[in-house]
């Protein structure tokens, strides 16, 4: 009996680390990003895409105006959060000794436990993963502050923000629309903006608006909804999705 059942538990055995496998490349998969100082200069951002099918691109931009240096590989999980990167090539040429991070992998982190210190730094390694702000339409539900107070548009559909995969942005703050690029690292969130400065109706909050997002600093998708703080944690701006 035990023997007939062999193949069964086999199977169910390898159904049971194909879902979990994948359900932990799902959980990985990302992308990740990072500044790191330099003692003698600005220092550079470093962004790691962690794809489904076990790609790895990491990017690292110096703030000196020259083309951004891309790096691409794969990545393995294993047992206990343990994430290795090696990577294979830099603009198309292959290297003949891979460089390999491992990482440890608990909550949105990334933290590097063996990796080559002289090209990523003494300091240490960690990366964060990014919220998946770009592609959709987000409308501005309120803008709440931190003595409890609020603000909400009359129409939401009025008050949107649109953020694309090559940086830019678009918006429209009532009768007023902007235009601009952003920067994301991990959680941290930049925007440079421009707008039209028209006076809209009474009851507009489009200042507010306009406003808040000159000082946002930082975001975080949660429950489908994007919160994006602003400087001194003066105020969160809570948007939904267009269905």
Not at 45 to 68: C, F, G, N, Q
Not at 124 to 139: N, R
Not at 159 to 179: H, I, M, P, R
């Amino acid at each position: 009996m035990l023997r007939q059942n062999i193949p069964v538990i086999f199977i169910a055995v390898l159904l049971w680390w194909f879902i979990h496998a994948c359900a932990t490349s799902e959980k990985i998969a990302g992308t990740y990003g990072a500044k790191l100082p330099s003692a003698s200069g600005p220092g550079r951002v470093i962004h790691l895409k962690l794809t489904d099918d076990r790609r790895a691109e990491i990017s690292t931009d110096y703030p000196d105006r020259k083309p951004v240096i891309v790096e691409t590989g794969k990545w393995e999980s294993g047992k206990d959060g343990k994430v290795a990167v090696t990577l294979t090539e830099k603009e198309g040429m292959s290297y003949d000794n891979p460089g390999v991070i491992a990482f440890h992998f608990q909550g949105d982190l990334l933290t590097a436990a063996e990796y080559d210190r002289k090209a990523w730094g003494y300091a240490g390694l960690v990366l964060q993963k990014q919220p998946d702000i770009t592609g959709k339409v987000w409308h501005l539900m309120e803008i709440r502050y931190t003595n409890d107070t609020a603000v909400k548009p009359g129409d939401p559909a009025k008050y949107s923000l649109e953020l694309f995969d090559n940086g830019a942005v678009y918006l429209q703050a009532d009768c007023n629309k902007g235009t601009g690029t952003f920067e994301l690292v991990g959680n941290s969130l930049a925007l440079r903006l421009g707008f039209t400065r028209s006076m809209c109706l009474p009851g507009s909050i489009s200042d507010r608006y306009m406003k808040a997002l000159e000082e946002a600093v930082s975001c975080v998708v949660r429950d489908g909804c994007l919160y994006i703080s602003t400087a001194a944690d003066s105020g969160v701006m809570q948007f939904t999705p267009l269905r």
